[in-house]
């Protein structure tokens, strides 16, 4: 256990300023943004976006050319036409190539010298922000007109301001026409489409910070299909980049985050959505088409198969530069060279590999994503998906969930003032007769094991208790509330504990040992009479993955049950067995 108040804050990643920052942003020469060869454009169409007027091209002049002739037919719009096209050519001959702005040069924060398990000897310093080439329309539209049709075009969605509102809804506009998510199509040319509904989504990030997102509402119901899967992490083998990071010597581990993957996934449907209206009031205050809709050329949040969208996208993109997928395990890359390793949980990667080619790496996949990721890391904190490690000196790593989720149990709980308890299990025998709990009790009691089962996976202590728990969330009693209380209580005096791997002393090169660990009890469940079997694996004795749970059929027997639990932990291991001698291992 550490004392929370000695622990220094969770360094932030690094936000490339090129991604996150307004994609209309003030004028720039040519000599200050420098077009680089990593931001080539990857799609015939690509205007790298600046101004409105400084992206105007030769098509664009075409496209506008063609509009006012159309718009010549009435004689009310014959002059608004002709000038928007002499506009357009002007500004297409006075334009120049130019980039999108790399990130300023910022401070780069440094940590003091360790003197605890977690504190940190040194906050990993960020790599510098690659340029980005910013995919747009054929057409780009100069979006900074929303800001005088706040009154008439706003459809407000939110109790904020309504300036605060536009601004918000701009803002996503901009990023959407940014990546190239839609294309305005004729209405009439749309009918081959598949059409799924898309509304406004207010995003709350933490105190006052509101971003919006346009998205996509596509349900399950809707229609049958097979092609939404996306491979993910698993709890069997969260810890395999730790794990080989520490038994290969010179090995580091990285983190890196997709900036708007889903906008960076290719589409793999012919669909099309409504327009918001402020887009459509915007086209009309252009002088432009209203009649239209927006065919998706990337994925929309909300779609179903965004996800599996992404990950075929970022999968194939690796594949072209050398890196191998697990066939069995499809979240795991591998670069035969470099030895460089890759587990894609959606948008975030955790990767380890030799330090030298880690950094290569690093860099390579910048080229292929627009994202923000860490240094290189040998030593310090870092958390991904929400678990924080811990790598040492030694070599050792250590993991733990938060503590700030155990104390929002005891929040929830009111039990502030509770007493610490030294062992988490409740020593009685279960109550049948034991009264419900009222509706409100019912709210904080699966909200408190909600949290729990995300914790247990780093915490063998708990792991019993909760999958006890989680037996009663549908209609849970006050002995299964004092049950939770006593948990609760004894992890509010147990709030830093984690799991510990220290780097094996005397494994062979190429060679792991498995041991595998499985006990079960018999009939214990008075409802279901299942037993349930608590299992460990340990790789060259590293703590490498342990579970609770209770076994799918009724046994007749002790030993019969002892016989189903240690099948069901080597089942476990054999998914281990298998990613492991994809890496080479033996």
Not at 30 to 38: D, E, G, I, L
Not at 122 to 137: F, G, K, T
Not at 262 to 280: G, I, M, N, W
Not at 311 to 335: I, S
Request: proline residues 6%.
């Amino acid at each position: 256990p550490i004392e929370e108040s000695k622990l220094p804050e969770t360094p932030q990643l690094v936000v490339p300023t090129a991604s996150e920052a307004r994609i209309l942003a003030a004028p720039m020469t040519p000599s200050a943004a420098p077009v680089t060869p990593s931001a080539a454009p990857v799609t015939p169409t690509v205007v790298v976006t600046q101004t409105a007027d400084a992206t105007r091209t030769g098509s664009e002049s075409v496209a506008s050319a063609t509009q006012a002739q159309q718009s010549a037919m009435l004689a009310t719009q014959a002059q608004q036409s002709a000038m928007l096209a002499t506009q357009a050519q002007g500004s297409s001959a006075n334009s120049a190539a130019g980039g999108v702005p790399s990130g300023a040069a910022s401070g780069r924060p440094t940590g003091d010298d360790a003197d605890r398990a977690w504190k940190v000897a040194r906050i990993n310093e960020p790599m510098d922000d690659m340029d980005v080439a910013a995919i747009s329309l054929d057409e780009p539209v100069d979006f900074s007109a929303l800001d005088g049709l706040v009154d008439t075009a706003l459809v407000p969605c939110s109790n904020l301001e309504p300036e605060a509102e536009m601004a918000g809804k701009r803002a996503a506009l901009e990023m959407l026409s940014h990546y190239g998510v839609y294309k305005d199509v004729p209405r009439v040319d749309s009918k081959h489409l598949k059409r799924i509904r898309a509304r406004w989504e207010p995003q709350h990030r933490g105190g006052d910070e509101i971003k919006w997102r346009f998205v996509a509402q596509e349900f399950k119901w809707m229609e049958i299909r097979d092609d939404v899967f996306a491979a993910s992490s698993s709890a069997q083998l969260s810890r395999l980049v730790d794990f080989v990071s520490i038994k290969e010597d010179g090995h580091a581990t990285a983190i890196a985050d997709c900036v708007k993957a889903y906008y960076q996934a290719e589409q793999t449907e012919q669909v099309c959505v409504e327009p918001p209206a402020e887009y459509l009031a915007l086209l009309h205050e252009l002088v432009r088409p209203t009649d239209i809709v927006w065919k998706l050329e990337r994925m929309l949040p909300g779609q179903r198969a965004a996800g599996a969208g992404w990950v075929d996208t970022a999968a194939r993109k690796l594949v072209e530069v050398g890196y191998e997928r697990c066939e069995a395990l499809p979240q795991f890359f591998r670069h035969p060279d470099t030895k460089v390793l890759a587990e894609m949980h959606m948008d975030d990667f955790h990767l380890e590999g030799p330090v030298e080619a880690l950094g290569g790496a690093l860099v390579e996949m910048r080229k292929l994503f627009d994202l923000k990721a860490s240094d290189v890391i040998t030593t310090g904190r870092y958390s991904h998906l929400k678990r924080e490690r811990l790598r040492l000196d030694s070599g050792d790593v250590l993991i733990r969930a938060p503590p700030k989720y155990i104390d929002s149990v005891v929040e929830l709980l009111g039990m502030e003032k509770a007493k610490t308890a030294k062992t988490p299990s409740l020593m009685e025998e279960d109550d049948d007769e034991s009264p419900a709990l009222d509706l409100a009790s019912v709210e904080k009691f699966r909200s408190s094991v909600g949290i729990l089962l995300y914790i247990n996976v780093d915490r063998d202590d708990i792991q019993r208790d909760v999958q006890l728990l989680s037996r009663c969330l549908k209609e849970p009693t006050e002995f299964d509330w004092r049950r939770l209380v006593r948990l609760v209580r004894y992890l509010k005096g147990n709030r830093c504990l984690g799991v510990v791997l220290k780097k094996p002393k005397h494994s062979k090169p190429g060679v792991v040992v498995m041991d595998q660990y499985s006990d079960t009890d018999f009939a214990t469940c008075k409802t279901t009479r299942r037993a349930m079997t608590c299992g460990r694996v340990h790789l060259d004795d590293v703590p490498f993955h342990s579970f609770a749970r209770r076994q799918g059929v009724q046994t007749t027997s002790s030993g019969e049950a002892e016989f189903y639990g240690a099948t069901s932990v080597v089942m476990d291991g054999r998914i281990i067995k298998v990613a492991l001698e994809w890496i080479g291992y033996k």
